[in-house]
């Protein structure tokens, strides 16, 4: 089957020829129908050797859905039949600690001393025709939702919704959240964030194409950054500051913008991996009570949920559907910041149905 590898640490993918899982024990196998990119695929690809636990060469991909290919000989027959359609879960733990007991994988006590982290991180993923998932008890059901919707859903959508959920006490009625870095997680945040709480949405990117994708995704403002964009955020906030940041992009100046636009007693929510540091101290400008949060994709029980807006038509990703075997461009293109929202791969023998064969993507617009 084709699926695309990282072969070495710092070297571009590759997709190749391998052969096809057999499922073992509670193993299921999942004949794949869509496969999201996102910048932490290209975190993994850059990363330098020793720097995560993982030993390549691995199968990358790790949002990931599809349908029930075939089950392992103990895997647990109930509610799952060939032909069925899921997304995966994709942080993977040990399976049985506290944290993984309760569908909190991705807080897995042992993650210290596991050599993956989840599909696609460490172990085999979904930019493949196949893919092998541990246990029926990582496979949400997705019905008749498109897969090119399902996938990305389960890290972009999942993880937007995680990092919300943290904030949910401070989003109540007359208050402002702003989100930094309208992108594959960013569009989806400001869309859940409208259908899940009354506060008034900013949001703030470099690109005009993306202030144009926060609008129809339905902020109530955009703008670029610019000196005075902290001044302009606390304005559109009653001249008191945000109650909350969601910064996407995790650069030095977007967590400065962060703190320098935050009210008293507001939080930050740091989901972006763009490297930037902000020193934390008891005096200084970050604002008195400032609240700090980490959070890493979502728990198995949020999943669900998730996709549930995206049913009642609350939430849409746009998104470029690609042919699996332009993945090289596609990663290419993603880092000179040319693909619009987010890619989804597809394979081969699922994309011949599609009008384009080409990364000159097919759309799915947000309908707001």
């Not at 807080?107 to 991180?121: A, Q």
């Amino acid at each position: 089957m084709q699926a695309v590898r990282l072969t070495a640490w710092q070297r571009d993918p590759v997709v190749t020829e391998v052969e096809r899982p057999v499922p073992r024990a509670a193993e299921v196998l999942l004949r794949v129908e869509a496969a999201g990119l996102c910048h932490s695929d290209v975190h993994v690809v850059d990363a330098p050797a020793g720097t995560l636990p993982y030993e390549p060469p691995f199968t990358l991909g790790h949002e990931v859905a599809g349908r029930v290919e075939a089950l392992g000989p103990d895997a647990d027959p109930d509610g799952l039949s060939v032909g069925d359609r899921f997304v995966v879960y994709g942080p993977w733990g040990c399976g049985s600690c506290a944290r993984c007991a309760a569908g909190q994988d991705n807080y897995c006590d042992r993650r210290g001393t596991l050599s993956w982290h989840g599909v696609g991180l460490g172990r085999d993923g979904g930019m493949a025709e196949y893919v092998l998932v541990p246990s029926a008890r990582h496979l949400v059901p997705i019905g008749d939702l498109p897969a090119d919707q399902a996938a990305p859903l389960s890290d972009a959508g999942l993880t937007s919704y995680h990092a919300i959920a943290g904030l949910r006490d401070l989003l109540g009625e007359g208050t402002t959240v702003a989100v930094i870095g309208v992108g594959g997680l960013g569009h989806v945040a400001i869309q859940i964030l409208r259908a899940t709480t009354q506060s008034r949405v900013l949001a703030v990117d470099v690109r005009e194409e993306a202030l144009t994708l926060a609008d129809r995704s339905g902020a109530h403002f955009a703008t670029l950054p610019r000196a005075d964009t902290a001044r302009v955020l606390r304005t559109q906030a009653d001249g008191v500051g945000v109650d909350a940041v969601l910064d996407f992009a995790g650069t030095t100046a977007t967590l400065e913008l962060a703190a320098a636009a935050l009210r008293p007693g507001g939080g930050l929510a740091l989901v972006g991996s763009g490297g930037g540091r902000l020193t934390v101290h008891k005096t200084g400008f970050l604002p008195p009570g400032f609240r700090l949060s980490l959070p890493f994709w979502g728990t198995l029980p949020e999943l669900p949920e998730v996709l549930a807006l995206a049913r009642s038509g609350a939430v849409r990703v746009e998104t470029e559907r690609i042919p699996l075997s332009a993945a090289p461009e596609a990663f290419a293109r993603l880092r000179r910041g040319q693909v619009r929202a987010r890619a989804v791969l597809v394979p081969d023998s699922t994309s011949e149905s599609l009008a384009s064969h080409t990364c000159d993507a097919t759309i799915s617009a947000t309908p707001q």
